[in-house]
């Protein structure tokens, strides 16, 4: 096998080559450059929108004295409850509820009802529980940003953590943000939720609780025997407030029992945005999969630490980030100029060379045929 050895000229080339290709890549890691990602503007206004919402919410708690727990809700949102209440129908995790406090989440519901390709005026379905009351404020911003028409049918029970005062449910957050003028919008009916949608699971007196909550709060009552009447009797609702216009989208939020069908379902049904749904033998065709069903865009908010993972915001925060703080905004990304100038100066410094060598090569191979040719006489 034949070895070629190179030249002290060549490798005094390609140490120079390498440290600019050295010196290149550093630029371009180092020259990257803020660039804010579509709907900025929106997300922005959303998420101011969210912060609002739950300032006037604490204030209006700390009017009526009462006690936030700062190691349950370090935060002091006042929009985390407690562990257990006659209301409690679900387990839920703290972790997962004071992610969720974040205003910024508003900019992710931003972002999925724009990939949705939703337009200003558009009809959207809602469906929200007690359990993430910082998420429902979330949607709630979002939607009046973006000039939506929402009809909105919540499910009262709570999770653990969530909005389980049985005297502060959601509807009553809901209703002292609508009376402030803070949102426009409100629920239009609600059920008890928990099992079979009529609380399955609690007392007779937290069903009572949740009961007076909706009347308090002068909604229609969703009180049907069965769950499949229950689903049906949220779909004529959303069909008699639509009118003569279209559902464009379907946003749920939590884990209602109306929304996902059955327990068995949740595994099967992905997590934020969908316009398809795998076709699956569910056992209680929820409202997700019937909406998915009719090609209505579906939004489904549950998974609350996957979601924030995905679009760059932090778990469990302390504090609370402020709105248009996170990649959900702004990310880091290469510049376009400075790193395609950087490939054009490697480009034109790897072709000179090439060239020069080449050309050196090329005048040292005519020397050694000119000494062939030209031998020294023989004395």
């Keep these: 096998m034949q070895v070629y050895n190179l030249s002290a000229g060549s490798k005094t080339v390609l140490s120079v080559l390498a440290l600019l290709a050295l ?8 020259g990257k450059e803020d660039v804010k990602l579509k709907y900025y503007d929106q997300k922005i206004e959303a998420s101011k929108l969210a912060k609002e919402a739950t ?78 009351p910082g998420l429902n404020i979330a949607v709630h911003s979002a939607l009046q940003t973006l000039k939506l028409k929402p009809i909105i049918i919540t499910s009262v029970g709570a999770s653990n953590w969530g909005a389980n005062d049985p005297y502060y449910t959601w509807l009553d957050m809901e209703r ?46 969703i009180n049907e025997e069965h769950l499949e009447s229950s689903i049906q009797k949220r779909i004529e609702l959303y069909n008699q407030y639509r009118k003569k216009d279209k559902i464009k989208a379907f946003i749920n939020v939590g884990g209602g029992i109306s929304s996902i069908g059955s327990v068995e379902n949740a595994q099967f049904i992905p997590n934020g945005l969908y316009k398809t ?78 060239f020069m060598e080449r050309k050196r090569h090329q005048l040292g191979t005519e020397e050694v045929k000119g000494f062939q040719t030209n031998p020294e006489p023989e004395l």
């Design 277 to 354: 749904l795998p076709m699956k033998n569910f056992p209680v065709r929820g409202l997700l999969i019937q909406m998915a069903e009719k090609n209505i865009p579906v939004i489904h908010l549950l998974n609350v630490n996957q979601l924030a993972l995905e679009y760059g915001l932090p778990t469990n925060p302390t504090p609370l980030p402020r709105p248009g703080e996170g990649e959900i905004f702004i990310q880091k990304r290469y510049s376009v100029l400075l790193t395609a100038g950087v490939t054009f100066f490697l480009v034109i410094a790897i072709a000179f060379v090439f």
């Design 176 to 221: 002292v943000l609508f009376k402030a003028g803070v949102f426009k919008n409100k629920s239009v009916a609600a059920s008890i939720g928990g099992g079979l949608d009529k609380g399955r699971g609690l007392s007779p007196e937290g069903r009572q609780l949740i009961v007076d909550a909706i009347e308090r709060n002068k909604v229609e009552f």
């Design 23 to 30: 010196m290149a890549f550093l630029a371009v890691e180092y």
């Design 55 to 132: 300032d006037y919410l604490k204030d209006f708690r700390m009017q009526k004295s009462v006690f936030i727990d700062v190691v349950n809700d370090p935060n002091e949102t006042a929009l985390i409850g407690q562990d257990i209440t006659p209301i409690t129908t679900d387990r839920g995790y703290i972790e997962a509820k004071l992610t969720t406090t974040n205003p910024n989440f508003a900019a992710v519901v931003v972002d999925m009802i724009k990939e949705a390709e939703l337009e200003k005026n558009d009809v959207v379905a809602v469906a929200f529980t007690g359990s993430f």
